[in-house]
């Protein structure tokens, strides 16, 4: 094949030469991807933010060339095999996410991970090309001799989270969260059959963490974006709820197949169907479905749906500690008075919940640095900037929206 080349706003012109790299670029469950949102209703705070599934898929792709091309320049063997299934690993990691990427991840289906559906289309890929995923499938689910190739797809360093932080910066316009992802990769290296980060490095893995424990606050958990997204599956609930009583909704062939049912991993894994279904899922079925829900017979689904489409808000509250019953109960009280609402009925409307971060946690994947000695070091007893304890440990916020102007 002629080389392909995709020009990338973020890492410039990245190559695509394989055909069968290409192929699986080209094939309607990876072109999916172009119909979902990165980061979910994140645009609503930060207008950029419309960079898709598709272009960080292409990017942590490039980004997992050139750290095998960095590991084979410090004499580590990968194999072109092994290269192709590591690149076909972190092409198709996030190709199980569904509409909105992790808003809407478990609602629309009974709480299934996308890195389940993800292997799941792998295999069915892999069926369509004839066992040419294989080595890839192995890779992904960790099942690989060289566990390095899992941890450069999954891991606390990997190319996933090099491409996400920079290009979720880039496209938010939050500085803050702009890695050196070059330097990074340039001090990667293996040592007994683990990823490593050499002692020089040190500085840009904090900055790493840094970046991206600022991200979270700043942007993945901002607290509009967390009022907004709730509200999506607030609405996503309610017509659930609505569509299992009887009650009919228009929305797309496909929104109505996982309202309608309950369709559990046993379910996906069992029948084919359900995956097909799932593969004609994106957000612009759900988008479609609250706009023509504004006008639904349903008072909370309308309200909820005309709120959200006009980005009229709920009131958001955020506090470092827990939220007071009474200060909840006495909303729903005067949101029932207000609305005519039962007490089912206002839980749509008044909801809260928590929020939780780690600078670092470790637990089996730990960031592991070569001192100078030739010793391999848990970063969090490596750094000499950070106390150990107090960077694993969990920063939790606690929240609650209602509707204001009521």
Known sequence: MK???????????????????????????????????????????????????????????????????TLRLKGNEISKEEEMGALLAILLHDIGHGPFSHTLEHSLSSSISHEFLSLLYMEKLNEEFKGALDLAIQIFTDQYHKKFLHQLVSGQLDVDRLDYLTRDS????????????NRLIDMMDVVDNEMIVEAKGI???????????IMYWQVYLHKTVVCAEEML?????????????????ACSKALYYFLSQDVSSEDFSRDPLNLEMFSKLDDIDVLSAVKTWMDAEDKILSFLCTRLINRDLFKVKIQDSPIEEEKIN????????????SEEEVG???????????????????????????????FADASDQW????????????????PKGV
């Open 3 to 69: 080389q392909k080349v995709i020009n990338d706003p973020v890492h410039g012109f990245i190559s695509i030469s394989n055909p069968l790299i290409y192929a699986i670029i080209e094939h309607p469950y990876f072109q999916r991807l172009r119909r979902i949102k990165q980061l979910g209703l994140t645009d609503f705070v930060y207008p950029g933010a419309h960079h898709t599934r598709f272009h960080h898929a292409i990017g942590a792709y490039h980004l997992m060339q050139k750290a095998i091309y």
């Open 170 to 181: 880039f496209f938010t316009g939050v500085s803050e969260g702009v890695i050196n992802y």
């Open 203 to 213: 500085y840009s893995v904090e900055k790493f963490l840094v970046s991206r424990r």
């Open 233 to 249: 599956i607030k609405i996503i609930k309610r017509a659930q709820f609505l569509i299992r009583r009887g009650e009919k909704l």
């Open 330 to 341: 006495e909303k729903k009280k005067e949101l029932m008075q207000a609305m005519n609402l």
């Open 348 to 378: 749509y409307l008044i909801f809260q919940n928590k929020l939780t971060s780690y600078l670092y946690k470790p637990g089996k994947a730990k960031i592991k640095i070569l001192n100078k000695k030739d010793q391999l070091i848990d």
């Open 387 to 402: 106390n150990a304890v107090a960077m694993q440990k969990a920063v939790s916020k606690y929240y609650y929206c209602y």
